[in-house]
């Protein structure tokens, strides 16, 4: 499968996968994280059933909170 990750491509064994196994896979070990997939904002309940697909544009950003 190959899909845009951050604007990046990238290409994977396999012909789907979701969101936790992208982030397992991509070591992204971030606790705070925006999901979009197509632009579309995976909540993260849904991490563990939202699929990523072959062509799929998938961002992932690391939010960083301070003061």
Do not use: A, P
Request: glycine fraction near 4%.
């Amino acid at each position: 499968m190959k899909i845009i990750l951050n604007n990046r491509q990238e290409e994977f064994d396999k012909e789907s996968m979701t969101i936790r196994e992208l982030l397992d896979e991509k070591n992204f070990t971030f606790k705070m994280v925006v999901i979009k997939i197509n632009n579309k904002l995976v909540r993260k309940e849904h991490y563990d059933t939202s699929l990523v697909r072959d062509g799929d544009d998938v961002s992932v950003l690391h939010l960083i909170s301070g003061g």
